[in-house]
Every structure is written in structure tokens, then in C-alpha cells.
T-cell receptor
């Protein structure tokens, strides 16, 4: 089975802190994604990457950056956390071929106080 | 923008088939229909996907109309654990394509 593992299930951070959300997949997938999910707004794509050191902006990249130094790991970085970044963050991955399936991790609940 | 339309909610009795409809009238020839579900506080779970033909796996069946403008996800014997939000997503074929989620349909399975 595909395994997408997010390092932290629940985090509480202070405003202005730098926050790292880590994601690891064990299926040698080329593509990796970061989404956030908020009530009433659904899932929105923040960033994605289809190869090591490659990244593309999604629909809401402002306030975030990402890092993909190794194929299996995709990190989401909040340079200076703000309260409006309180959300559930979801990592996902897929093979880099047509018709591939995207698999999600369990999510990380981030609260910024 | 999501390219699908789903009713906001539906319910069904435990043990009965749950038929979840989805309209995607503007679907293009190179777009797949995907279904995911999300149980409260968990990440979305892949269910099934198809291009033209009907598909079946251990979780569900996907029926796509001949004109591809709508589809139905069928859970043959719904259980209480199938209570979730179900997302129907149209996704461009391509190695690096992404998912765009709409609001989904909330399925409530009643005892």
C-alpha cells in the first residue's frame, strides 16, 4: 500500500514562528503536493512538485514556501506563521505518469496563536 | 474551479446500495473522473477513477454515461463507516496533473 506520512498530526505555533511541515512517501512517486483545507473553502492547492528541486505554485502560495531536496520528501514552510494560516494541511503524492492516482496523508492540524 | 456538480447531501440505509450522482457536463475527452472520500478529520481516500468505461474495484463501482456528462458512484452495501464527504473530480490526463476539489456530497448512512 502507498504510504504518505506527515510528520506531525497536531501542532500549535506562535505568530511569527517559522514552521516546517514534513511529508514523506515510500512509493518512489515523482509528484508531491501540499493542500490546505478550511471549512467552507474546501481543499486548496498551495504548491506542488514533480521532481526533485522542482516546484510549482498552486492556487494559494502566498505566505508559504516548499523544499524538495530528496524524491521522497516534500516540506512545506511557513516563514512567519500567522493566525490565518491555522488550518489542516494535507500532503499528497503520485507517480509521474498519465492516469496516476494521487494518494493523501492523514493531515496535519496547525494552530497558530 | 471545480468542474463538477454534486448534490450537497444524501442518506441511505445501512446494507443498501448508495448511488452518488455527479454532473460534469463540460468534461473534455482527455479528462478522467475521479472519486475520493473524506471521513471527518482524515485525509482524502482514493476510491476509483475512470475515463470512458465503467469501473469496479473492491470499494465501489463507477458508472459513466455514454456521453460522459455524468457519472454515478455506487457503494453496493453501505455501512456506517461509509459516512463521509464524497468528492467527484474531473482531472486532466497528464503525468503532472493535479486535483481540484469541489464541495462534495455528504453521505450519511443510517442504521
Amino acid at each position: 500500500d502507498v504510504k504518505v506520512t506527515q510528520s506531525s498530526r497536531y501542532l500549535v505555533k506562535r505568530t511569527g514562528e517559522k514552521v516546517f511541515l514534513e511529508c514523506v512517501q515510500d512509493m518512489d512517486h515523482e509528484n508531491m503536493f501540499w493542500y490546505r483545507q478550511d471549512p467552507g473553502l474546501g481543499l486548496r492547492l498551495i504548491y506542488f512538485s514533480y521532481d526533485v528541486k522542482m516546484k510549482e505554485k498552486g492556487d494559494i502560495p502566498e505566505g508559504y514556501s516548499v523544499s524538495r531536496e530528496k524524491k521522497e520528501r516534500f516540506s512545506l514552510i511557513l516563514e512567519s506563521a500567522s493566525t490565518n494560516q491555522t488550518s489542516m494541511y494535507l500532503c499528497a503524492s503520485s507517480l509521474g505518469r498519465e492516469g496516476n492516482t494521487i494518494y493523501f496523508g492523514e493531515g496535519s492540524w496547525l494552530t497558530v496563536v | 474551479d471545480a468542474k463538477t456538480t454534486q448534490p450537497p447531501s444524501m442518506d441511505c440505509a445501512e446494507g443498501r446500495a448508495a448511488n452518488l450522482p455527479c454532473n460534469h457536463s463540460t468534461i473534455s475527452g482527455n479528462e478522467y473522473v475521479y472519486w475520493y472520500r473524506q471521513i471527518h478529520s482524515q485525509g482524502p481516500q482514493y476510491i476509483i477513477h475512470g475515463l470512458k468505461n465503467n469501473e469496479t474495484n473492491e470499494m465501489a463501482s463507477l458508472i459513466i454515461t455514454e456521453d460522459r456528462k455524468s457519472s454515478t458512484l455506487i457503494l453496493p452495501h453501505a455501512t456506517l463507516r461509509d459516512t463521509a464527504v464524497y468528492y467527484c473530480i474531473v482531472r486532466v490526463a497528464g503525468a503532472n496533473s493535479k486535483l481540484t476539489f469541489g464541495k462534495g456530497i455528504t453521505l450519511s448512512v443510517r442504521p
